[in-house]
């Protein structure tokens, strides 16, 4: 499975963007999908999972209320809708896909190459 992530960019404080990962591969509809992030000087952290399905899904509490992720299977893409950005989400964003969905990096084995994502005050 192959990933690129789109969608960065610069934004105010309290605007939204919307991410988008685009996946290559017959089997991208057997894996979980997740976003994580990295903030400059920051060990990369979770910021939300969902099942190849999209029953499940979690999220990191930092983020919780104000991103949704979803996936459309047909057309091999997972988004994350991040609404009321803070300065705090201002991080390079990757998404990764794993064999199930969690919170752990080192659990995914499939990484696109980040985009950018800087909220100003």
């Known amino acids: 499975v192959q990933l690129q992530a789109s969608g960065g960019g610069l934004v105010q404080a309290g605007g939204s963007l919307r991410l988008s990962c685009a996946a290559s591969?017959?089997?991208?509809?057997?894996?979980?999908l997740g976003w994580f992030r990295q903030a400059p000087g920051k060990e990369r952290e979770f910021v939300a999972t969902?099942?190849?399905?999209?029953?499940?899904?979690e999220y990191a509490d930092s983020i919780k209320g104000r991103f949704i992720i979803s996936r459309d299977n047909a057309k091999n893409a997972v988004d994350l809708q991040m609404n009321s950005l803070k300065p705090e989400d201002t991080a390079v964003y990757y998404c990764?896909?794993?064999?199930?969905?969690?919170?752990?990096?080192?659990?995914?084995?499939?990484w696109g190459q980040g985009t950018l994502v800087t909220v100003s005050s």
């Open positions: 990764a896909a794993g064999l199930w969905p969690n919170s752990v990096s080192q659990n995914y084995h499939y």
């Open positions: 591969g017959r089997t991208f509809s057997t894996y979980a």
């Open positions: 969902i099942s190849w399905g999209g029953r499940r899904i």
